[in-house]
T-cell receptor
């Protein structure tokens, strides 16, 4: 089955800096890559996603890039703010009636004011 | 739209007791899943369903049962609770087409003593 590795497990940055979280996946058939943000004590929420026919997607301060050849994808957060502090999960899944994502282990992002 | 509703929010069980965690969604989603979240382990899939009457095992199914008699409901049953089942449990649903990610419930924090 699919295996998703996520790094780093913890990331500490100063407010205003950029943050990058990286994930690799093993199944070349995976074609959908969502990212979730989980604030302390809350549920995970989808913040951005990318499909295998797209190399990059942006939404304000958040961007995701995908390299299908290398089987890795990354989340980029620019101009970080304290409210960006949370655990971020990447996931990978494939369509065709088998849309059950495999999650990475999460990255705890801490943004210091 | 209530989204995904989980009950209870908190539960303490004694070893050997059984209980059912409830999950209901009102978005007419075909796919529903149960995850457990433990520190440093990310979100691990317990069981999932791709439609009413269809269920399958995930990564960590032992000690848990599910059924899907309707599109809306996907209860998780703990057969004989063990301390190793102390965790936060999330139910999630999606359209299953890959057009959108998962919508998560608010979680159930379960402690087995």
């Amino acid at each position: 089955g699919e295996n998703v590795e996520q790094h780093p497990s913890t990331l500490s940055v100063q407010e205003g800096d950029s943050a990058v979280i990286k994930c690799t996946y093993s199944d070349s058939a995976s074609n959908y890559f969502p990212w979730y943000k989980q604030e302390l004590g809350k549920r995970p929420q989808l913040i951005i996603d990318i499909r295998s026919n797209v190399g990059e997607k942006k939404d304000q301060r958040i961007a995701v890039t995908l390299n299908k050849t290398a089987k890795h994808f990354s989340l980029h957060i620019t101009e970080t703010q304290p409210e960006d502090s949370a655990v971020y999960f990447c996931a990978a899944s494939k369509g065709g009636g088998s849309y059950i994502p495999t999650f990475g282990r999460g990255t705890s992002l801490i943004v210091h004011p | 739209n209530a989204g995904v509703t989980q009950t209870p929010k908190f539960q303490v069980l004694k070893t050997g007791q059984s209980m059912t965690l409830q999950c209901a969604q009102d978005m007419n989603h075909e796919y529903m899943s149960w995850y457990r979240q433990d520190p440093g382990m990310g979100l691990r899939l317990i069981h999932y369903s791709v439609g009413a009457g269809i269920t399958d095992q995930g990564e960590v199914p032992n000690g848990y049962n599910v059924s899907r008699s309707t599109t809306e409901d996907f209860p998780l049953r703990l057969l004989s609770a063990a301390p190793s089942q102390t965790s936060v449990y999330f139910c999630a649903s999606s359209t299953g087409t890959g057009a959108s990610g998962y919508t998560f419930g608010s979680g159930t924090r379960l402690t087995v003593v």
